[in-house]
């Protein structure tokens, strides 16, 4: 675990120093090209140093287009056209101060329902389609699937928008973990919990989800645990509990990569 956090902060120091050098060299150039030149000419310049920077962000993408620090398996999934991943640098997490889920979920005043009814997984071909799940976030039911990656199922990885929740159903059918966070959550807090996500994020999905009566909600194939409210560390050992538990235990069994 400690190694995986290494590795990430020395990616992490890569890519800022990379981005300090094309910084550099774009103020040489427009050092260059100084020499009492009118405001024009000066505006030019700046413009060009904006473009190089973009250009400079942009070759950043993983060789599948993605922010690395998203962590999108798309070989083992769908990613949705024109949904924004989350490529944000999550916060570090603590050591566990709980590894036990039922002893987390209790310190953390969660709710844990496990081993519910199974509602079904009947595909239909319509993303939006508006299913009556008995439980929110849902954990089993029908669900869409298509002609693309990993049958329709949402790609592994960190989300910025909310995709289909019918996705979500059946990415937790191939046995993925889904973290759930309220989006009223402060930035500060959401970075807390991709944190955790990215500590291990092989088989794992986050994503921000207003319609459910949680502020932290973690599921998979008939398994569930909300938290009410979020509280920090206590609620960050549910969510790592929880993964650790259930990963990789749907109906359908697809790899889980990283």
Known sequence: MANLRSVRR??????????????LVAGAALMTGCG?????????????????????????L???GYPPLAYVQP???????????????????????ETDLEAAAEAAS???????PDEGNAHFADEDKEVDYETSPPTSGDHYAGNESGSGALADGAYLETPAITRVVHSQEHGRVVIHYS???????????KGVFEEDPAGAILIPNADMP????VTAWTQLVGCGEYEGA????????????????????????L
Not at 36 to 59: K, N, R, W
Not at 75 to 82: A, S
Not at 110 to 116: A, F, G, N, T
């Open 10 to 23: 020395e990616e992490s120091a890569g890519i800022r120093v990379r981005m300090l050098v094309a910084t």
């Open 36 to 60: 009492g030149g009118d405001e024009e000419e000066s505006t030019t310049a700046s413009t060009s140093s904006t473009t190089s920077t973009t250009t400079t962000t942009e070759v950043e």
């Open 62 to 64: 993983d060789e599948n």
């Open 75 to 97: 070989l083992i999934g769908h990613v949705p056209e024109g949904i924004e991943l989350d490529g944000r640098e999550g916060t570090p997490p603590e050591a566990p101060g």
């Open 110 to 116: 969660c709710e844990l329902q496990l081993d519910l």
């Open 183 to 193: 989006p009223d959550l402060s930035e500060e807090e959401q970075l807390e919990i």
């Open 214 to 217: 949680y502020e932290v909600a």
């Open 234 to 257: 206590t609620t960050l050992d549910v969510v790592a509990a929880f993964r650790d538990v259930y990963r990789g235990k749907g109906p359908e069994r697809f790899p889980i990569e």
